[in-house]
Each structure stands twice: as structure tokens, then as C-alpha cells.
């Protein structure tokens, strides 16, 4: 059977989800790179196969599929070897209900596709705003469910949702973090986990050697 392929860049917190579910399942793949920075999700070739001109998209088992939620309950439902997902309904629930606060109330706002449309000199303010704002909500949720992880103590989607938000949260929008200590638990559990370096964008075969996020985020405008 041939290897899963993923098109990804990077830093895509969508690709990044997806890339750490495929490392917890144990699924290889092969990396396709759509540099977003250079607007290759635009091509007519890539907006055949995502009309959202978005990553990730994941090829597999004769599928072409989109949306990073999507994906990993994919995933679950066809490899269930290496859970993301409670068994339990009701913390299956929560681990969807907070990874949809995330991945459908917190990231969006932060998009490039967004932010092209904010004043240059309002882009900080705007961003650090919704993230702040979200963040407090996320915080409280996960004062009631947490555990080692978001749900308990064992790793899901919400946790897989959660790390990539809080590097953007912390690395490129510079949000005051000190002030979700729940969040930061979790996270620093999790960031020791092999799956989640493995998925890292500093180990992506397209993220740049000499990176630096300062002028990086500089250059989105901030």
C-alpha cells in the first residue's frame, strides 16, 4: 500500500495537527511542501485538490482529504490502534469540544488570510486580542478537565490541537502566557513527547536552517 502523502508547510498550524496525529498512530507518510509564503495553496493544481487553497490536505487510502479535524477523525475511526480519542462518550466529547474551541475559535483569527485585511499597525493588537481572549476561555474549560493532559491523562485530539496554538500564542504573537497556568502545564508536559518534537515545524523538511521568528513575523508585518 503506498505511504499517505500530507501537503504541508512548516508552520501551518493545521499541517502541524495533523502531522503530530500521523506520528502518534505510527503512520509514515511522505511529505508534498506548499509554501504559503510563496502562494502556492493558489495553483490551479493544489485548489483542484483543496478548493479552500488551504493546508493540510492528506492523500490516503485512494482519499483526498481536508481540514485538520476532519483528518484526524479519519484517522481514528480507520486506525484506532494508538487512541487520540477517549472511549469514554462523554471525554470523547470534551477532547472535540476543546479542539474545536481552538481550531474553530481561536486560530482562524490569527490566519494570514485574515490579517491581510487588518491595518498593518492594528495586525499585533487585533491578533494578541483574540488569541488573549481565547486563551482565557480555553484556560477556564481546562481547569474543569484536565489532568496530565487537556482530558485526563491520556494524550487526544485536544491535546494535539493545543501545542501548536500555544507556540504561536508564545513564539510569533508574543502573548503574555504567564497568565494561563493550567495551559502551560499541559503544554510543557506535552512537549517533551517524541510525537510532538517529531512534528515540530523545526523538523520539517522545509523549515529553513537559520530561522528567526523576529524578522520572520517582521516581514508578516508585526
Not at 151 to 174: H, R, S, W, Y
Request: proline share 6%; aromatic share 8%.
Amino acid at each position: 500500500m503506498a505511504k499517505p502523502v500530507l501537503y504541508s508547510f512548516f508552520h501551518s498550524s493545521c499541517a502541524w495537527r495533523v502531522r503530530t496525529a500521523l506520528v502518534l498512530k505510527g503512520i509514515e507518510y511522505k511529505t508534498k511542501v506548499i509554501n504559503v509564503m510563496k502562494s502556492e495553496q493558489l495553483g490551479e493544481d493544489y485548489s483542484a485538490a483543496n478548493p479552500m487553497q488551504q493546508v493540510p490536505t492528506l492523500e490516503i487510502d485512494g482519499h483526498r482529504l481536508t481540514q485538520s479535524i476532519a483528518i484526524m477523525e479519519y484517522l481514528e475511526e480507520t486506525r484506532p490502534e494508538s487512541p487520540i480519542l477517549p472511549k469514554d462518550p462523554a471525554k470523547r466529547a470534551l477532547a472535540r469540544q476543546i479542539s474545536e474551541t481552538i481550531a474553530s475559535g481561536i486560530q482562524p483569527l490569527q490566519n494570514l488570510s485574515v490579517l491581510k485585511h487588518v491595518d498593518d499597525e492594528k495586525k499585533a493588537e487585533w491578533v494578541q486580542y483574540w488569541i488573549d481572549k481565547g486563551l482565557q476561555n480555553l484556560e477556564k474549560m481546562l481547569t474543569a478537565t484536565a489532568g496530565k493532559y487537556c482530558v485526563g491523562d491520556e494524550i487526544t485530539m485536544a491535546d494535539i490541537c493545543l501545542v501548536p496554538q500555544v507556540f504561536n500564542a508564545n513564539v510569533k504573537f508574543k502573548v503574555d502566557m504567564s497568565q494561563f497556568p493550567t495551559i502551560n502545564k499541559i503544554h510543557d508536559a506535552l512537549v517533551q513527547i517524541d510525537a510532538f518534537k517529531a512534528s515540530h515545524p523545526s523538523s520539517q523538511p522545509d523549515c529553513p536552517e537559520d530561522l528567526d521568528y523576529v524578522t520572520h513575523m517582521k516581514d508578516l508585518g508585526f
